[in-house]
C-alpha cells in the first residue's frame, strides 16, 4: 500500500483506529486519552469518505507510534502546545456554525440555526510532529446587526476564517468586505483563510474556483472549498490553517 | 363601596342574537366578605375612548374598508371573503351572526369562546412545527392572500415612513403597501395632534403603539381587552429593544426611509415564540411540542420561581451571588421559564419584563443550546440605550445559566465562573433538585390544605379529603394564580383535571387576561376585589397592597365557600413561600 508523506498528518483517525484495535475495556486508559478524549467521541457518517479522509486513513501506520506520541506530549515543552484563537467571519447563512460543528463534534445538522452573537467551542488537533494544536473557535453571527461588533471576536486572533457560500455571489462580496476590514484592523500576521463552503451543491456554483483562487492569492489567503454536509476537506482547513501557524520552535 | 365602579362588559347594549347566556355576575366586595350584588350592567365604556370625535368610531366601518382595500394590494378578492369580521365570524362556526362594530367584551367572548379557540388552536397546531423549523410562519403569504387575511391576530413592527420591520404573517417587503396604509392611519390622527389607541371594526380590534420612529400595530380577532393587546405589542417591542437596542433609532434621524428588515434578519422564532407566550402555550423546546405551559407573566409583570426546598434554592444564590461579586451583572439561573436563582449586584435588579424577554430569546434562539455564548444583549427596562454582554450556557436540556456582564472583553472570566458555578451546583445537587422539581410541577388545588390548623410545609401533602379528587381541588376550586407585590413574583398552580383540556386552559387564560385587565382599568380602578360567575367559571379576585389573588372555581361553586377557600390559598402560599418564592433578589425599584 502506497502511503504519500505528508508533511503534517494527522494522526486523527489513526488514534480512532488504534482506539478500535488496541484500547480494550479492563486495561488502564491510556494517558493521551484525557487530553485528546475528544477523538474518541468523533462519529463519522458512515459512507461519507473525502479524499482528504481518504489520506488520514492511510496514515494509520501512525498507530504504532501511539505510545512514543504520548510520551513526547507528556514531556512536550509549551512551544509543542499552541493555543490558537480562531475566528470565523461571513455572511449569515454561508454555514459558518456547520463547519465548525462538524470539526469539532463530526457532526452535520441541516436544520438551520442562527448563530446568536458568536458562539464559543474548542477543538484540538494533534500533528504529526507531535504539536498538539488547540483551536478556541469564535463562530460568530453573520447578521448585519452584529457586524460591529465583529472586532470584539476578532480582536487578537491569531487566525481568521472568512467563509463564503459558492452558490451565491452575495455572500463572495461579502466576504471581500471581510478581507477588507481584517486587513485595516486585525492583528498584524492574522493567518486568513477563504473557504467557499457547500462545495457539495456544485451544479448551482455560482463563485468559481478560480476567481476566489485568485483573489485568496493577491491578498495573501490560504483557499479551499469545503463541505460541511459530507465533511469533505473540513479536516484539511484546519490542519493547513495549522501549518500556517507561525511557529517559536522553528 | 361603589358597585357603579365595578368591571363588566363594557357594552351592555350588546347585539349580538346568539348570545343566551346570563349576564355576568359582576360584584364588589370591601374585603373578601360577601358584599351587595354590583350592577351588572356596569358603568360603559366607550367602543372608542374618547380621543377621537364621535363621528371617528361610527366611521370605523371606513376605516376596515381602507385597512381591507389598501390601495396597493391589487388582487383583492370579494368582499364577502376577506379577513373581515365576517370571515373571522366563519371561522369561529358563527357564520350567521351579523357583523357589529360594537360587537365586542366580556359576555360576547364568553358566547362564542367554545367554537372559536377551537379553531385557532388548530390553527396554531397546524403551524406550530413550522414555527420552529423555518422560523417565519407562512413567508408565502401578503395581505391579498385570503390566508393571511383569516389569521386571528396579526402584529407589526413599521417605521413612521411606513416601511414595514416585521409582520407575523407574511413577507416583510410584500406588506409595503399594507404598512402605508397602516402609517398613513397613524400619521392622520398624529397631524391633528391626537393620538389613535385602537380602532374596533366589527370584531377585530386594531391596537396602535408609537413609539417614535416605530409603530407597532396588533389586529386581532380574538376579543382580548385592549390592555391586554397593549401590553402584548409593548413585549413586542421590548423584544426588539433587546435585540437592537433603542440606539436603532439613530438609523432612521439619518434616513426616515431606512428599511430595518436586514437588522431582525434570523430573529422570527424569537417573535412567533414570544406571540405564542401571549396566548396560551410556550413551546417545551427543543421538542416540537407543544406543551400547555402558560406564561402569565406576558401580563402579570411577575416572574415565577421553579418550587426549591429552601436549602437547595440557598446553595444555588450562594454560588451566583460569589460569582456576582467578581464583576458580574447579574447571574441568572433558569429552568425553561422559571427562575431557580437570581442575583444581582449591588442596587441593581432585574425588572420582571427584562427576564420574560431574556428567557424567551434565549429559549427561542436554538444556537445557544449547542455550545457556549456570549452575545450582546440590551435589557430594555435596565437600559434601553446599551448593550450588555450575556454569557449563556445550558448546564442541561431545560436549566441554563446566563451571566451578564457591562464588560466586553470578560468572556474567559465568565467561562471560569461558569465551571465554578457548574461545579457547585452538580456537588451539592442543585441541579438533580431542579430536573426533579420539573418532573413534580407547581402547587396542586388537590393539596390545599383543608384546615387552616392542618398546614403543610411540604409541597408534596396528600390530599385530605378523597371527595374531592377528579373534580378540582376543595369548593371546587379549580386553578389560582398569586402574585406577590413585593417580590414581583407569581406562583400559579398546575391545572385541576376539570381544566385539563387545552380549550379549557386557554378560556382560563383568557378570562384571566380580562379580570387583570378589569382589575386594572385607571378609568374605573383599581379595584381591590370582584366575583364574577359565568358559565364557564367562577372567577374571584382579591387585591391587597401585598399580593394579588387570581382563582378560578367550577360555575356553580358557592360563593361565601370560593372566599372561604381563597383564604386559605392565601394562608397556604404565606407557608410555602420559603420554597416557591425567591427571597433576597431585590425589588424591583426604578
Not at chain 1, 35 to 51: D, E, K, M, Q
Not at chain 2, 147 to 157: E, G, L, M, V
Not at chain 2, 370 to 383: D, H, K, Q
Amino acid at each position: 500500500m502506497h502511503i504519500p508523506s505528508h508533511p503534517l498528518r494527522l494522526l486523527l483517525t489513526a488514534l480512532d483506529l488504534a482506539h478500535t484495535t488496541r484500547y480494550r475495556p479492563g486495561r488502564a486508559k491510556p494517558k493521551w486519552s484525557s487530553r485528546l478524549g475528544f477523538l474518541f467521541r468523533r462519529t463519522r457518517a458512515p459512507g461519507i469518505v473525502s479524499p482528504t479522509d481518504g489520506v488520514l486513513l492511510l496514515s494509520c501506520r501512525n498507530a504504532g507510534r501511539l505510545d512514543g506520541l504520548n510520551s513526547e506530549n507528556s514531556m512536550a515543552t509549551d512551544s509543542k502546545n499552541i493555543r490558537v484563537k480562531l475566528v470565523l467571519l461571513g455572511d449569515s447563512g454561508v454555514g459558518k456554525s456547520c463547519i465548525v460543528l462538524r470539526f469539532v463534534r463530526g457532526q452535520f445538522d441541516p436544520t438551520s440555526k442562527v448563530t446568536v452573537g458568536a458562539s464559543f467551542l474548542s477543538q484540538t488537533l494533534a500533528l504529526e510532529d507531535s504539536t498538539i494544536v488547540k483551536f478556541e473557535i469564535w463562530d460568530t453571527a453573520g447578521q448585519e446587526r452584529y457586524a460591529s461588533l465583529a472586532p470584539l471576536y476578532y480582536r487578537g486572533a491569531a487566525v481568521a476564517v472568512v467563509v463564503y457560500d459558492i452558490t451565491s455571489q452575495e455572500t463572495f462580496k461579502k466576504a471581500q468586505y471581510w478581507v477588507k476590514e481584517l486587513q485595516k484592523h486585525a492583528s498584524p500576521g492574522i493567518v486568513m483563510a477563504l473557504v467557499g463552503n457547500k462545495a457539495d451543491l456544485h451544479e448551482k456554483r455560482a463563485v468559481s474556483s478560480q476567481d476566489a483562487m485568485e483573489y485568496a492569492e493577491k491578498n495573501g489567503m490560504f483557499f479551499i472549498e469545503t463541505s460541511a454536509k459530507t465533511a469533505n476537506n473540513i479536516n484539511q482547513l484546519f490542519q493547513e490553517i495549522a501549518k500556517r501557524l507561525p511557529r517559536s520552535s522553528s | 363601596m361603589d358597585s357603579d365602579d365595578s368591571v363588566t362588559d363594557p357594552n351592555p347594549h350588546h347585539p349580538d342574537p346568539s348570545l343566551d347566556a346570563e349576564p355576568a355576575t359582576v360584584e364588589q366586595m370591601g374585603s373578601l366578605t360577601l358584599g351587595e350584588a354590583g350592577d351588572a350592567a356596569g358603568a360603559e365604556r366607550p367602543v372608542g375612548n374618547g380621543f377621537l370625535p364621535a363621528d371617528f368610531y361610527a366611521a370605523a366601518g371606513e376605516i376596515e374598508v381602507v385597512e381591507e382595500g389598501s390601495p396597493v394590494s391589487g388582487d383583492l378578492a370579494g368582499p364577502s371573503s376577506l379577513g373581515g369580521p365576517g370571515a373571522c365570524r366563519e371561522r369561529s362556526g358563527r357564520g350567521d351572526a351579523l357583523p357589529s362594530p360594537s360587537s365586542s367584551g366580556y359576555a360576547g367572548e364568553r358566547g362564542s369562546s367554545g367554537g372559536s379557540s377551537e379553531i385557532e388552536e388548530a390553527d396554531d397546531r397546524e403551524t406550530m412545527l413550522d414555527d420552529w423549523s423555518r422560523g417565519k410562519r407562512h413567508p408565502d403569504e401578503d395581505d391579498g392572500s385570503v390566508s393571511w387575511r383569516k389569521r386571528k391576530k396579526h402584529f407589526f413592527i413599521l417605521s413612521n415612513s411606513g416601511k414595514p420591520i416585521y409582520s407575523r404573517y407574511g413577507d416583510e417587503h410584500k406588506l409595503a403597501g399594507f404598512s402605508a396604509t397602516l402609517q398613513a392611519i397613524i400619521s392622520f390622527v398624529e397631524n391633528s395632534g391626537d393620538r389613535l389607541k385602537f380602532i374596533r371594526a366589527g370584531k377585530h380590534q386594531v391596537v396602535f403603539l408609537v413609539k417614535v420612529p416605530i409603530y407597532l400595530v396588533c389586529i386581532s380577532c380574538t376579543e382580548e381587552p385592549y390592555e391586554a393587546l397593549k401590553r402584548q405589542l409593548e413585549l413586542i417591542y421590548g423584544q426588539m429593544l433587546l435585540i437592537l437596542t433603542k440606539s436603532v433609532n439613530r438609523c432612521f434621524e439619518k434616513n426616515p426611509k431606512y428599511d430595518m428588515t436586514p437588522l431582525l434578519r434570523g430573529t422570527d422564532a424569537v417573535f412567533s415564540s414570544l406571540i405564542h407566550a401571549f396566548s396560551w402555550f410556550v413551546f417545551s423546546n427543543p421538542k416540537p411540542k407543544a406543551l400547555v405551559i402558560w406564561n402569565p407573566a406576558t401580563f402579570l409583570n411577575a416572574y415565577t420561581c421553579l418550587p426549591l426546598s429552601y436549602s437547595t434554592r440557598q446553595a444555588a444564590s450562594a454560588i451566583l451571588q460569589d460569582v456576582a461579586d467578581s464583576g458580574v451583572l447579574f447571574a441568572l439561573l433558569m429552568c425553561k421559564n422559571k427562575v431557580v436563582s437570581l442575583v444581582g449586584t449591588q442596587k441593581a435588579s432585574l425588572h420582571p419584563d427584562d427576564m420574560l424577554l431574556l428567557s424567551n430569546f434565549i429559549m427561542s434562539s436554538e444556537s445557544f443550546r449547542t455550545s457556549e455564548s456570549f452575545s450582546p444583549i440590551c435589557l430594555p427596562r435596565y437600559n434601553p440605550m446599551v448593550f450588555l454582554y450575556a454569557y449563556v450556557h445550558f448546564l442541561d436540556v431545560d436549566t441554563y445559566l446566563t451571566l451578564l456582564t457591562t464588560s466586553s472583553d470578560s468572556f474567559y472570566h465568565l467561562k471560569d465562573c461558569r465551571i465554578r458555578i457548574e461545579t457547585v451546583l452538580v456537588k451539592s445537587n442543585v441541579l438533580s433538585e431542579v430536573q426533579r422539581s420539573m418532573l413534580d410541577g407547581g402547587l396542586r388545588v388537590e393539596d390545599l390544605p383543608l384546615e387552616s390548623s392542618l398546614r403543610s410545609r411540604s409541597l408534596t401533602t396528600p390530599e385530605l379529603s378523597s371527595s374531592q379528587s377528579g373534580i378540582g381541588g376543595p369548593s371546587g376550586l379549580w386553578h389560582f394564580m398569586y402574585r406577590s407585590i413585593y417580590l414581583d413574583q407569581y406562583v400559579s398552580s398546575e391545572f385541576s383535571s376539570p381544566i385539563s383540556s387545552s380549550s379549557q386552559q386557554k378560556r382560563l387564560f383568557r378570562a384571566y387576561q380580562r379580570l387583570y385587565a378589569s382589575m386594572h382599568d385607571n378609568g374605573t380602578g383599581p379595584h381591590k376585589t370582584q366575583f364574577r360567575r359565568d358559565e364557564d367559571f367562577v372567577l374571584l379576585c382579591w387585591i391587597t397592597q401585598d399580593f394579588e389573588l387570581y382563582a378560578a372555581f367550577d360555575p356553580l361553586s358557592d360563593k361565601a365557600l370560593a372566599i372561604k377557600t381563597c383564604n386559605r390559598v392565601c394562608q397556604w402560599v404565606r407557608d410555602l413561600e420559603n420554597e416557591i418564592f425567591l427571597f433576597g433578589a431585590s425589588p424591583f425599584s426604578w
